[in-house]
Every structure is written in structure tokens, then in C-alpha cells.
């Protein structure tokens, strides 16, 4: 797993780099379940429909990076499809 604690202001700058000043923004990810629900910047990590975590897009274990243009905000129920679907 490559967990991390994220600072307000790492969170800031990932969710508006993909996501500008919007507060609620799609989830990016090509198989959600979830399309039409919006993710919303206020509940990042609190596992609600719409709460989100940060995702490396690739995964630190496949030799991605924890640098920004890595990261993109998902939702947490995109997130954890995402890495159960790596588990081998
Ligand atoms: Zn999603």
C-alpha cells in the first residue's frame, strides 16, 4: 500500500490541478459506478457517496510517482475498486 497522510495544502493543490476552484467536481475514473455523483472537495476522506482520497494514477508499487501530475482526486469507493482489482 503506499498510504499517506496528505496536508490541506498538498490536498488543495491536487483536487485543484484536475479540478480548479469548483468545489464538487467527476470522478475521473474510466469505470465508476458512480458518474453522476459529484465528488466535493469539503469531504475528502470521510467516506460518504461523495467524499474522495487521492489516487496515484500509477501506483507507487508499479513505479509511479508522488508527484502531482501522478495524483488526481477519485472517489473513495473508485479508489478502493482500483487498487482490489491490483491485488494478485
Ligand atoms: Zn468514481
Do not use: Q
Request: aromatic share 6%.
Amino acid at each position: 500500500m503506499n498510504r499517506k497522510d496528505w496536508s490541506e495544502e498538498e490536498l488543495i493543490k491536487i483536487w485543484t490541478s484536475k479540478n480548479g476552484n469548483a468545489n464538487e467536481a467527476k470522478c475521473p475514473f474510466s469505470e465508476c459506478p458512480n458518474k453522476n455523483v459529484l465528488m466535493r472537495f469539503s469531504n475528502y476522506g470521510n467516506h460518504s457517496e461523495v467524499s474522495w482520497v487521492v489516487d496515484h494514477i500509477i501506483a507507487i508499487d508499479n513505479g509511479g510517482k508522488n508527484e502531482l501530475s501522478n495524483l488526481r482526486p477519485l472517489h473513495n469507493l473508485c479508489n478502493s475498486i482500483k487498487s482490489n482489482r491490483m491485488i494478485k
